[in-house]
């Protein structure tokens, strides 16, 4: 029978001396890509961190791929790949194959020498030696060979240059295609998720403000750019936050069409998923 959620946090909380993480839902759907948003110390590895039980929440509940308890038949379906070095700097990726296969039962020896050599990795240099990059193909290149059902990547883009980004995300794409397999990625790069992403999650401040398909948010949200005149007449239930930039006025809105309807002499432009992101945490709320 197929689930209907690979993964599920519900009111997930942990209280630390200057920051809370506070009651924060959401869901990963079978076979999406879910993108986790929000600026650096919003909560998104907090979150995640809490969910795998790294850090011990307060309260809250999780479910992953329909299990509450996380258990090894539970771990080895899912592949985790954080920001850094994830794995012993002395060993070479050979002497991680070693390692690997005593510690996953399904580990995929063929698929994993075949991602290596598809990112054009050495498998006798130690890891110490690698690029950033290249540490992170050699950890996705792990979570794809012990037939993972949920990625976890936590801000696991960040700092690589384009190209490379890219290939991941082509790997991330084709991993979903099945609709077997589902991943959470938390990056702060919203131009990634915006090619990727199904669900986009916001965190601020511990809190999450707003869980929607990525197809809303660029299909629908808009922002009117407008003088103080045009800006004083509108009608504030429209807005949703707004800020002055000089002499314009930048006003989110969630539905640019209506609302370009509603004051056709307004310019109304689409929004990216950083503009509202900005103007959610930066902007006035009227």
């Known amino acids: 029978m197929k689930l209907t959620n690979a993964f599920m946090v519900s009111g997930l909380t942990k209280t630390y001396q200057d920051f809370i993480l506070d009651h924060v839902s959401f869901t990963v ?27 011990q929440k307060e309260e809250g509940t999780v479910s992953i791929l329909g299990r509450e308890e996380l258990d090894r038949d539970i771990k080895e379906q899912i592949g985790v790949v954080f920001d850094g070095s994830n794995y012993p700097e002395l060993l070479s990726p050979r002497k991680l194959n070693r390692v690997m296969k005593n510690i996953y039962r399904f ?35 792990v979570a794809f060979s012990h037939h993972s059902r949920l990625l976890i990547l936590d801000e696991a883009t ?17 991993f ?18 915006e090619k990727i992403a199904d669900y986009i999650v916001f965190i601020h401040e511990g809190k ?12 629908r949200f808009g922002i009117i750019r407008c003088g103080s005149t045009q800006f004083g007449a509108l009608d504030k239930s429209d807005i949703i936050s707004y800020r002055r930039m000089g002499y314009e006025w930048q006003i989110l809105v969630s539905d640019r069409k209506r609302i370009q309807k509603k004051y056709s002499k307004a310019l109304v432009v689409p929004a990216t998923i950083d503009e509202i992101m900005l103007l959610y945490v930066k902007g006035e709320k009227s």
């Open 158 to 174: 960040c700092g690589l240059d384009p190209v490379v980004r890219d290939d991941i995300l082509d790997m991330l794409l084709g």
């Open 29 to 55: 759907p079978d076979g999406s890509i879910v993108g986790l948003i929000g600026e650096n110390g919003a909560g998104k590895s907090t979150t995640i961190n809490a969910a795998l039980g790294l850090i």
């Open 176 to 193: 979903v295609q099945d609709e077997e397999h589902s991943i959470l990625v938390s990056s702060h790069i919203t131009s990634d998720l």
């Open 107 to 141: 580990w995929d020896e063929q698929k994993y020498w075949g991602l290596l050599k598809q990112f054009s990795l050495p498998s006798d240099k130690q890891i110490k030696q690698f690029s950033k990059g290249m540490k992170m193909k050699l950890a996705i290149s």
């Open 208 to 219: 999450v403000v707003f869980e929607k398909t990525k197809d809303e948010l660029i299909e």
